[in-house]
């Protein structure tokens, strides 16, 4: 890792123990105060690499004994965050409350369904790719039934 790297990780670290970071472009905007210009893919590849995860008050540490409870099971995060489905072909749309899209994503992502070829998670939007309109159609009803 390089020295350059490795002092934007510890700025990162410092300014989410610091207070709440709440977005990305906040952590960049803070970033950016110091001198220190990143792209948002850099951001995000580092956020992943000191395991930090968003939660409804910003960006947190995740440490390895709460790894597990950071990563739920998707019955229980579709009951507790999921607003509305809609379907556009072979996507789905995924609505949360605001800050709740990621676990929601995350769960998605460890179920490893068969429909399921990979989701981005925003806000309060997970957008979910599924391989056909029949899959896409069938993760829906999948969704809709634990719901119920």
Do not use: W
Not at 32 to 61: C, F, H, I, N, W
């Amino acid at each position: 890792m390089s020295s350059l790297k490795r002092f934007r990780h510890g700025q990162i670290l410092k300014l989410v123990a610091a207070g709440a970071v709440a977005s990305q472009d906040d952590l960049k905007r803070l970033l950016a105060q110091q001198k220190m210009r990143v792209t948002q893919a850099t951001l995000s590849r580092d956020l992943q690499e000191l395991k930090l995860v968003k939660t409804p008050e910003g960006y947190r540490p995740l440490d390895a004994g709460a790894e597990s409870a950071a990563q739920p099971r998707l019955e229980r995060v579709l009951r507790e965050y999921l607003l509305d489905i809609r379907d556009a072909q072979n996507l789905l749309v995924l609505r949360t409350p605001a800050g709740a899209a990621q676990p929601l994503a995350v769960a998605l992502d460890r179920e490893q369904l068969p429909e399921v070829v990979g989701t981005i998670g925003g806000d309060d939007t997970v957008l979910v790719i599924t391989s056909s309109r029949k899959a896409c159609v069938t993760l829906r009803k999948r969704m809709q039934e634990i719901l119920k």
